[in-house]
């Protein structure tokens, strides 16, 4: 019982350590829906303006990466952006992270790991995005 309880100690001791957003990272890393690789790549993201309000950018950009057959495993309209593997075969992660420039337009910033990927959805989203 005393070696229990020992056990007990030392993982609180290590979750306060690593803290809550580690572990909820941690568990969304398991599940494979983990965003912080396409956090960590915004400094290289292809980024655009479009004259969109962002609602309407939001929406339209799920509606193309629909159409793309692009697999959307994380979105979060309040956090401004949406989370996609290139296609349910293909589960490279690309980040869409969305700026409210003013009420008429929206940046997007588009991430990856994998250059390929990042600019192969750019140019199918941006494409769309500029076609009525």
Request: glycine share 6%.
């Amino acid at each position: 019982m005393k070696g229990f309880h020992g056990l007990i100690i030392f993982l609180i001791c290590i979750l306060n350590l690593i803290g809550c957003k580690s572990i909820k990272e941690l568990t969304y890393g398991i599940a494979g829906v983990s965003t912080r690789v396409l956090e960590e790549n915004r400094k290289s993201a292809i980024v655009e303006v479009f004259a969109y309000d962002y609602l309407s950018c939001y929406k339209r950009c799920i509606e193309i990466l629909k159409k793309i057959g692009a697999y959307i495993y994380k979105q979060d309209i309040k956090k401004y952006m949406i989370a996609i593997y290139v296609s349910e075969e293909d589960t490279t992660p690309v980040g869409l992270f969305f700026k409210e420039i003013d009420k008429n337009h929206t940046q997007i910033e588009i991430s990856s790991p994998s250059t390929y990927a990042k600019e192969l959805i750019s140019e199918k989203l941006y494409h769309g995005l500029k076609s009525p």
